[in-house]
Structures are given as structure tokens and as C-alpha cells.
Nanobody
Framework: QVQLVESGGGLVQPGGSLRLSCTAAGTFGIHAMGWYRQAPGKQRELVAHISDVGNTNYADSVKGRFTISRGNAKNTAYLQMNSLKPEDTAIYYC?????????WGQGTQVTASS
């Protein structure tokens, strides 16, 4: 059974940084992973994605500020978030795509506020 565990969210002042971590247990091989976010009253949106071979893409709103990367452990992903803005406030979800099935973490709250 695939399970995703996220960590690293919290409260930070605008301009600050946070690093989110996600580990997918119960998987075989290397798979594409992504970070999504959902703010109150808004739809869930893609923030950053990394393919099984390491290609990355980002939402325009986070380009130049956020970086997605893989850890040394299989199917571990990180999201380094710098220069956080109040509009980055949301619940952030980790995702892994295995074939036609998408698995999701429980979400971690990120709040950028003074």
C-alpha cells in the first residue's frame, strides 16, 4: 500500500523560507512526484513537478522562488520555498503518480504572514 508522509510546513513571515519533505512508502521503482496546494475557497493547483528522470516544471507564480528536488532515498521529494508571499498560504499536498493512479499525502499547512 502506497503511503505519502509530508513534513515541514509552518508559519513564516513574508520573505522567509520553508522546506517541505515528502516520502512515499510502499513503492517500487522511481516515479514522477509533485507538490500541489489549495488555498481556502480555491481549487487545488500544481506548484512543482519532477519527472522520474529529474525534469522539473513550476507554476509561473513560484518560478525563481521554489525548487523541487529528489532525495537520495527512493521516491523522496523536497520543495524548497524562498521569498514566501502571503499568497503562498495554503495547504500543500505531495503527489506521486504510479501508472494511472495518483496518490496523495495528508497535506501540510504553510502560512506566510506577519
Amino acid at each position: 500500500q502506497v503511503q505519502l508522509v509530508e513534513s515541514g510546513g509552518g508559519l513564516v513571515q513574508p520573505g522567509g523560507s520553508l522546506r517541505l519533505s515528502c516520502t512515499a512508502a510502499g513503492t517500487f521503482g522511481i516515479h514522477a512526484m509533485g507538490w500541489y496546494r489549495q488555498a481556502p475557497g480555491k481549487q487545488r493547483e500544481l506548484v512543482a513537478h519532477i519527472s522520474d528522470v529529474g525534469n522539473t516544471n513550476y507554476a509561473d507564480s513560484v518560478k525563481g522562488r521554489f525548487t523541487i528536488s529528489r532525495g537520495n532515498a527512493k521516491n523522496t521529494a523536497y520543495l524548497q520555498m524562498n521569498s514566501l508571499k502571503p499568497e503562498d498560504t495554503a495547504i500543500y499536498y505531495c503527489n506521486i503518480q504510479i501508472g494511472s493512479v495518483a496518490y496523495w499525502g495528508q497535506g501540510t499547512q504553510v502560512t506566510a504572514s506577519s
